[in-house]
């Protein structure tokens, strides 16, 4: 939803016109993860969503990449979403990159400078920063491609399936 609020300057001299995007948390959430998929897409990789990992962790973009490489993305909706938020670290042992992804109104420099960047809304997004590349032992890797074409197939036949199974 867009509202537009009129906003008098602080010494009332002149009124300035000022649009806000506001959006609930879910919807934000939703867009960010649309357009940060699109991306992938667009970048050749074929991604999930709401992976669970065999730590129990969720991440919330999962990608295979036409190299065999695995990318994680965490959609973060806001400031107080990263801030409640610590659990990103425990994906490493499962992705050789990782991303956040944050909505174009996202406050700057807030997020850490190790992971990579991607700022998206519902139509798609661009990388902003790029995420460092820590390779996967190969055992790993092959475990996690097999798990992830499992889940991609169940739920291409319509099981609600989130869980990798290693």
Not at 27 to 56: F, H, K, M, Q, S
Request: aromatic residues 8%; proline residues 8%.
């Amino acid at each position: 939803m867009t509202v537009l609020i009129r906003e008098q300057s602080w010494n009332m001299i002149r009124p300035m016109d000022v649009i806000i995007q506001l959006q609930s948390r879910p919807e934000t959430t939703l867009a960010v993860t649309r357009g940060a998929a699109r991306l992938l897409i667009d970048l050749g990789y074929a991604p999930l969503a709401e992976v669970t990992l065999p730590n129990g962790r969720r991440a919330d973009l999962m990608a295979l990449g036409p190299k065999g490489d695995i990318l994680i993305v965490e959609v973060k909706s806001g400031l107080e979403d990263f801030r409640v938020d610590r659990k990103w670290g425990e994906y490493a042992p499962y992705c050789d990159a990782f991303y956040f992804a944050v909505a174009p109104h996202f406050p700057e420099g807030v997020l850490p400078e190790e992971p990579g960047l991607v700022v998206a809304d519902g139509f798609g997004g661009a990388v902003v920063r790029e995420a460092p590349l820590t390779p996967l032992a190969p055992a790993r890797r092959k475990a996690l491609t097999l798990a992830f074409a499992r889940l991609a197939a169940l739920r291409a036949a319509g099981v609600q399936a989130e869980r990798l199974s290693l």
